[in-house]
């Protein structure tokens, strides 16, 4: 999932070499916890949150069929 992450994310942004991913595990649970350059956070956002949220749908799929379950957090790099 990480790489699915990674790669849509680095196909939206301007500045893929600022963005940073970590991973963190709770309770069976993963959170992808990705930092942006601030340029950048409406693009992936998108009007009405439509974008990350078609993001975050894809997610749930495809970790349903692993039968896991993970979670997008997306916040701006602190400058």
């Not at 990674?6 to 990705?34: A, C, Q, R, W």
């Not at 949150?49 to 790099?77: F, H």
């Amino acid at each position: 999932m990480l790489k699915y992450v990674e790669f849509v994310l680095k196909g939206l942004v301007e500045n893929p070499e600022s963005m940073h991913i970590d991973t963190e595990e709770k309770d069976g649970l993963t959170v992808y916890k990705v930092r942006l350059h601030p340029e950048d956070m409406g693009k992936v956002i998108g009007k009405q949150g439509n974008t990350i949220n078609a993001i975050r749908g894809l997610m749930q799929a495809g970790s349903a069929k692993t039968e896991s379950r993970c979670v997008l957090e997306v916040s701006e790099q602190e400058t």
